[in-house]
């Protein structure tokens, strides 16, 4: 679910908007590179904005260099409390901006000041489907919940969504805890097999030596990768990681992703959340290692 709203600008003389009038002077961009966020970024016609100190779900924006019309703005649900703060004095600085304009709430014309007046409804509501997150029997089942935030995915475990569920203070903190890790969060690509006579398909991730990264403990392939033979979403069996050595420039071996994972020392790897986890920076050594195993 998500709130959304558009803004239009009135009038035959239009002003095009700035974008520091959107994310005004704490607020944070960046644009989506697959799963993950890249900051400072902006995309040809839309972005994420967050706030650095409390990163959460990220807001939405459709626009573009030059924009007179209007712009688009999307935030997930739930929201934190000081997230959706941020939401909502974005919507008023590009009201103040484009004064006159047309503010529409999902779909329903709204003032300035009755689109402010509603901020303690939307409150209210992200409380409610917080509150309802920490149900036990509904937590087990529906565990582990995948939450699209700001800079990437993450998978919360029943535990977690009982202590999400506690109030905004706890959401909010648990947001931010896991996305402003200093880690590379890992994305696969897919190839077809040219060693295949049916050119099957695979995926494979990248390991950078010494750079603590996120790797799925199960890797699988994202809600919308297509099949570019079948149209259908992308099935793969084979999983491979790149181990590439920043000290000599070069791959030094692909090997299975499952013995991969079972190669890193336990003291190298941390859990991070229901699907994933953290692993250290991998050594050169250990790289090597890796590649003399059968």
């Given at each position: 679910?998500?709130?959304?709203?558009?803004?239009?600008?009135?009038?035959?003389?239009?002003?095009?908007?700035?974008?520091?009038?959107?994310?005004?002077?704490?607020?944070?961009?960046?644009?989506?590179?697959?799963?993950?966020?890249?900051?400072?970024?902006?995309?040809?016609?839309?972005?994420?904005?967050?706030?650095?100190?409390?990163?959460?779900?990220?807001?939405?924006?459709?626009?573009?260099?030059?924009?007179?019309?209007?712009?688009?703005?999307?935030?997930?649900?739930?929201?934190?409390?000081?997230?959706?703060?941020?939401?909502?004095?974005?919507?008023?600085?590009?009201?103040?901006?484009?004064?006159?304009?047309?503010?529409?709430?999902?779909?329903?014309?709204?003032?300035?000041?009755?689109?402010?007046?509603?901020?303690?409804?939307?409150?209210?509501?992200?409380?409610?489907?917080?509150?309802?997150?920490?149900?036990?029997?509904?937590?087990?089942?529906?565990?582990?919940?995948?939450?699209?935030?700001?800079?990437?995915?993450?998978?919360?475990?029943?535990?977690?969504?009982?202590?999400?569920?506690?109030?905004?203070?706890?959401?909010?903190?648990?947001?931010?805890?896991?996305?402003?890790?200093?880690?590379?969060?890992?994305?696969?690509?897919?190839?077809?097999?040219?060693?295949?006579?049916?050119?099957?398909?695979?995926?494979?991730?990248?390991?950078?030596?010494?750079?603590?990264?996120?790797?799925?403990?199960?890797?699988?392939?994202?809600?919308?990768?297509?099949?570019?033979?079948?149209?259908?979403?992308?099935?793969?069996?084979?999983?491979?990681?790149?181990?590439?050595?920043?000290?000599?420039?070069?791959?030094?071996?692909?090997?299975?992703?499952?013995?991969?994972?079972?190669?890193?020392?336990?003291?190298?790897?941390?859990?991070?959340?229901?699907?994933?986890?953290?692993?250290?920076?991998?050594?050169?050594e250990l790289m090597k290692r890796m590649a003399e195993q059968p």
């Amino acid at each position: 679910m998500s709130i959304e709203v558009t803004i239009r600008q009135k009038g035959l003389f239009k002003k095009a908007l700035p974008l520091d009038v959107i994310v005004g002077k704490e607020l944070k961009y960046g644009c989506f590179d697959g799963l993950r966020l890249s900051p400072g970024e902006l995309g040809e016609t839309e972005f994420i904005f967050y706030h650095p100190a409390r990163i959460g779900r990220g807001t939405s924006v459709v626009w573009k260099q030059g924009e007179k019309e209007k712009v688009d703005l999307r935030i997930l649900t739930p929201a934190c409390d000081q997230e959706l703060g941020d939401f909502y004095e974005c919507v008023r600085r590009i009201a103040e901006f484009w004064k006159g304009c047309e503010i529409l709430l999902e779909g329903e014309s709204k003032s300035l000041s009755e689109f402010m007046e509603s901020k303690t409804s939307m409150l209210e509501f992200n409380q409610s489907i917080l509150r309802s997150l920490g149900d036990e029997e509904k937590s087990i089942s529906r565990a582990p919940l995948m939450l699209y935030c700001a800079f990437w995915p993450l998978s919360l475990s029943a535990e977690d969504l009982k202590q999400v569920s506690q109030g905004f203070a706890q959401f909010r903190d648990y947001l931010h805890s896991k996305q402003s890790v200093d880690a590379y969060y890992a994305k696969p690509s897919f190839y077809r097999d040219n060693n295949d006579n049916l050119g099957s398909p695979f995926g494979a991730y990248a390991c950078t030596e010494d750079t603590p990264s996120i790797f799925p403990i199960v890797p699988k392939v994202p809600l919308g990768i297509v099949d570019d033979r079948t149209g259908k979403q992308l099935e793969v069996n084979k999983w491979v990681i790149s181990l590439f050595s920043i000290t000599e420039n070069r791959v030094v071996c692909m090997i299975d992703y499952a013995k991969f994972l079972e190669a890193i020392p336990e003291e190298l790897k941390k859990p991070y959340d229901a699907e994933n986890i953290l692993i250290e920076g991998i050594s050169l050594e250990l790289m090597k290692r890796m590649a003399e195993q059968p």
